[in-house]
């Protein structure tokens, strides 16, 4: 059943032209005369790009064919990322529809992808991955100044900024959601 304006919101996911869009702005606007409107603001779930689009109550939109799988990663090949679902199928995700999340993938990892027409087109990953520290300068004593940060480099090439404290083969914690630093893992 299609949405109609009075169903949009926040998060709403909707297909217009054949692309799936999900709403990352809303405003309803009731002038004095005449039918509401709703602005939003859209981004393609495809290539990530933004629109802004005006909807009056009247009109109708369609619902993406989405579908969401649970897969494991195995590994990459070339720009593609290899991952197998629960009967041992491989699946092949392109480094462009991870983004940045492709630095934090581990093999076994269990992720969320989200598929449209069967073209997977976003992949969650857990929100917090530990990794280890690969290259980083040494922390320097005495400097005290609160939240001090060095850059430090992962498995991957994938750089970031940690405290002072962190060093070399250290493993750290990271947000997956913003890709920064979140705490550092004792290991006994």
Avoid at 19 to 26: C, D, Q, S
């Amino acid at each position: 059943m299609p949405y109609t304006a009075s169903d949009l919101r926040k998060g709403l996911k909707v297909e217009m032209d054949g692309v799936p869009y999900v709403i990352t702005e809303f405003q309803f606007v009731k002038p004095g005369k005449g039918a509401a409107i709703y602005n939003c603001r859209l981004k393609s779930m495809i290539d990530g790009s933004t629109i802004t689009k005006a909807f009056r109550s009247n009109d109708i939109l369609d619902k993406p064919d989405l579908e969401e799988h649970t897969l494991r990663y195995s590994y990459s090949e070339g720009d593609d990322f290899i991952f197998m679902n629960e009967n041992f199928e491989q699946v092949a995700i392109p480094g462009s529809v991870l983004g940045d999340s492709k630095y934090f993938l581990y093999e076994d990892c269990e992720v969320e992808v989200l598929f449209h027409n069967g073209r997977p087109v976003e992949v969650t990953l857990p929100t917090f991955v530990e990794k280890v520290i690969v290259e980083t300068e040494p922390g320097s004593r005495g400097n005290t100044v609160q939240n001090v940060t060095k850059p430090a480099k992962i498995a991957g090439g994938y750089t970031l900024q940690v405290p002072l404290f962190v060093n070399q083969g250290d493993t750290i914690k990271i947000d997956t959601r913003t890709g920064e630093y979140a705490d550092r893992v004792l290991k006994k």
